[in-house]
């Protein structure tokens, strides 16, 4: 099974990085060269003939808010992120949620106030940043949904992985190659082995039967103070295997 979760490992690690090529060059073609630096108070001192000083900044100014980093999978993807929007010439401010929507949203002003060429969102919870997403939008900002689409904002770019591919492409891959190895923790039967902590030269064969989805479970949660509610439905993916061996 190593083999097999090392090959996952690397396709994985690949297609995150084309998908943030995608989103960056997507990033400039959404925003242009970059910002002038000039404010609107800047634009309206210079329509009266008034100086302004101005800072050219020709880089991509892109504020990046992320769920939080206890997941290791966004800190694969930030390191992508950054090292590819470097190199295309943007210049990322990244801040961590932490699992906080309030902190969430406080990040998107902050990058509001900014004045953020792009700000992208890996989104805490999808129904509670449609606000402060139309706010980035009154201010010209363009926003990217990434993986989470936010729901009631009409993201300017939203881009995520087709979840179902991907569990197709795995399942299949097991079926071709079947399940042969792994390690075993204990054998049972007459005479019960356990390992310390595996069996040693044990091993297991299988064969993937089916692939599909487990019934839906509704989660419903309330909240006093405010007296508000949410419903939510979730359907486990679930995989079906036949042992066909053991030998140990």
Not at 107 to 116: D, L
Request: with cysteine; aromatic share 6%.
């Amino acid at each position: 099974m190593k083999w097999q979760v090392e090959n996952s490992r690397k396709k994985r690690k690949f297609v995150t990085g084309i998908l943030w090529i995608v989103l960056c060059l997507g990033i400039l073609l959404l925003t242009g060269c970059g910002t002038s630096g000039k404010t609107e108070a800047d634009q309206k001192k210079a329509d009266s003939g008034e100086e302004v000083q101005t800072e050219k900044n020709d880089k991509v100014q892109i504020g990046l808010t992320v769920d939080s980093f206890v997941i290791e999978r966004w800190i694969r993807d930030r390191d992508a992120f950054v090292a590819t929007a470097r190199e295309l010439g943007a210049e990322v401010n990244v801040q961590d949620a932490g699992a906080d929507s309030k902190e969430q949203i406080s990040q998107i002003e902050y990058f509001i106030s900014k004045q953020m060429d792009v700000i992208v969102v890996i989104a805490r919870d999808c129904g509670a940043l449609s606000e402060v997403i139309q706010k980035a939008h009154n201010a010209g900002i363009k926003v990217i949904s990434y993986d989470r689409l936010i729901h009631n904002a009409d993201a300017d770019l939203y881009i995520s992985f087709d979840n179902e591919m991907v569990g197709n492409m795995m399942g299949e891959a097991l079926v071709e190659k079947g399940i042969d190895g792994g390690k075993v923790l204990m054998l049972g039967g007459a005479d019960v082995k356990v390992g310390a902590p595996y069996v040693e030269n044990a091993a297991v064969t299988a064969e993937v039967v089916e692939q599909g989805r487990g019934a839906k479970v509704m989660v419903f949660k309330r909240w006093r103070r405010n007296d508000s509610r949410k419903l939510r439905g979730h359907r486990q993916d679930c995989t079906t295997i036949r042992v066909k061996s053991i030998n140990g």
